[in-house]
């Protein structure tokens, strides 16, 4: 008796992976925000993007292969929203 190949069918899990992909441009977005504003008195403050520099170290080494250059794409757009929002550390010098 000659034995039929079937073929089964998984069921994607489609959703599992669109929540990683938006947990991960949600963390990016919070992450990339952060700042370090080093201040000394009212005239002087020199402002760092510590948390950008954090994120694009995430974007490098990730095992989920997705599109970089949109992951840069929301850093960066992350980067200027935190420079604007009262967010972030600030040191006085």
Do not use: C
């Not at 947990?23 to 993007?49: A, D, E």
């Not at 994120?55 to 929301?74: G, M, N, S």
């Not at 200027?80 to 009262?86: E, L």
Request: net charge positive.
């Amino acid at each position: 008796m000659v034995k039929k190949k079937t073929k089964t069918v998984k069921a994607s899990n489609k959703s599992s992976s669109d929540d990683g992909y938006i947990l991960k441009i949600v963390m990016y977005l919070i992450v990339g925000s952060q700042w370090l504003y080093l201040t000394k008195g009212t005239n002087w403050q020199l402002p760092i993007p510590y948390g950008a520099l954090i994120a694009l170290l995430f974007a490098r080494h990730e095992h989920f292969k997705t599109d970089r250059r949109i992951e840069y794409a929301v850093i960066i757009v992350a980067m200027f929203i935190g420079f604007w929002a009262p967010g972030g550390l600030t040191f006085l010098l």
